[in-house]
């Protein structure tokens, strides 16, 4: 649910910052579409690992391993999300529907399958999940340009820090299901200075707006400051995990990013209806 939420949220900046005027059915939409997209998402990564996750204490509860839902039924739910999903989407705009459709399909086919095969898993799972960002701006506009691409770019690279956080503090539970989730396979000065760097990646490209490069996404200075000293406090965080190398503070950093892609979002949204 949380997961749902926070895409729906990203899909909605998304818009806002590209819409001239809001259209509130196109935005019901939006939030409706997205939410169906990423549970289909969620559904079949489930059924497809569904013996994986009765062995982890985090995920052994679930529906499926728990019991509760039969693989046939879940795969029924993860159909009709996914029916349901695309075609609300295009409604709004084909385009909007393409890139909902590649999401799914990057998530559950490509993803997935590589998570217990090769740390490259986390590169390909943050293309569909920076997709919502740029989804909304495309849905304001029916258009991929400069703009969305920024987007993208800007939640593209944030999915490293925050993704190898959950998997430095779950390391243990995730090596019980076989998956490989940090960059050099352990909890390491490597994955460390990994995650520092592409923090930093996060911070310039967050900042790039400002320089009035990117088309009809502009950010003040004002605003860019704000977004700037943001990313400062997520990197502290970063930091802090190459110098502890604890899993306390792999979490402080995965709550840190939480909150830094939240606000950003709502920087940038203000921002451009206060200008």
């Known amino acids: 649910m949380r997961l749902a939420l926070s895409v729906v949220f990203s899909s909605i900046a998304g818009y806002l910052l590209g819409v001239n005027t809001v259209d509130y059915k196109i935005l019901a939409l939006l939030a409706l579409g997205g939410y169906f997209m990423v549970g289909a998402s969620n559904a079949f990564n489930q059924i497809i690992e569904k013996d994986l996750d009765a062995l982890m204490n985090r995920t052994k509860n679930r529906p499926i391993p728990g019991g509760r839902m039969s693989v046939n039924v879940a795969f029924a739910i993860a159909s009709i999300f996914t029916i349901l ?8 705009n084909p385009q909007t529907a393409m890139f909902g459709a590649i999401s799914i399909f990057l998530y559950t086919c490509v993803y997935t399958p590589l998570k217990t095969k090769t740390p490259l898993a986390v590169f390909v799972g943050a293309i569909p999940g920076a997709i919502p960002f740029m989804l909304g701006w495309v849905a304001a506009t029916d258009d991929f340009g400069i703009e969305p691409g920024t987007l993208f770019a800007l939640q593209f690279f944030w999915q490293f820090p925050h993704f190898w ?5 779950l390391f243990e539970d995730y090596r019980k299901g076989g998956f490989f989730m940090l960059p050099t396979g352990k909890q390491d000065k490597g994955t460390a200075v990994q995650t520092i760097i592409y923090t930093v990646w996060t911070i310039l490209v967050s900042i790039v ?14 605003a860019a400051v704000i977004v700037f000293l943001l990313g400062i406090f997520m990197l502290y965080y970063a930091i802090r995990l190459f110098k502890q ?8 950093l995965m709550l840190a990013s939480v909150s830094y892609i939240t606000l950003i979002q709502i920087v940038y949204v203000i921002d451009k209806f206060i200008r």
Do not use: C, N, R
């Open 245 to 252: 190398m604890t899993e306390k503070a792999a979490k402080q």
């Open 85 to 92: 999903g695309i075609a609300i989407l295009y409604v709004i």
């Open 209 to 222: 707006p400002v320089l009035g490069i990117t088309g009809e996404l502009k950010l003040s200075v004002i």
């Open 165 to 169: 956080a959950i998997g430095w503090f």
